[in-house]
């Protein structure tokens, strides 16, 4: 299945970022998805996650009140609005099904987020 994410860029601190990701799998719908990252020498980490139906999300702890997920099951696309952007979410997002990263054999290309200070 091919997940591709968007929507990265250089932004400054306290800035905001829209990240896409879009998928041709006719089963999106059935799953619960991730935005995950990983930043440079660090392991990858699971951002936040949303329900199938989008009715249930959570976040770690480090982006919550700031990023928002949310998925258009019509559109096969899931989002991360991403606000007061800090350096430290400099990183490599990615997208990928709600589930343990060491059980995740496919990434896809991921999207680069850089935050200036």
């Known amino acids: 299945v091919q997940l591709v994410e968007s929507g990265g860029g250089l932004v400054q601190a306290g800035g905001s970022l829209r990240l896409s990701c879009t998928t041709s799998a006719s089963t999106f719908r059935l799953n ?65 099904y709600l589930r343990s990263i060491a059980t995740i054999a496919y990434w896809g290309q991921g999207t680069q987020v850089t935050v200036s200070s």
């Open 32 to 96: 619960a998805m991730g935005w995950y990252r990983q930043a440079p020498g660090k392991q990858r980490e699971l951002v936040a996650g949303i329900s199938s139906g989008g009715d249930s999300t959570n976040y770690a702890d480090s982006v919550k009140g700031r990023f928002t997920i949310s998925r258009d099951n019509v559109k096969k696309t899931m989002y991360l609005q991403m606000n007061s952007l800090k350096p430290e979410d400099t990183a490599v997002y990615y997208c990928n």
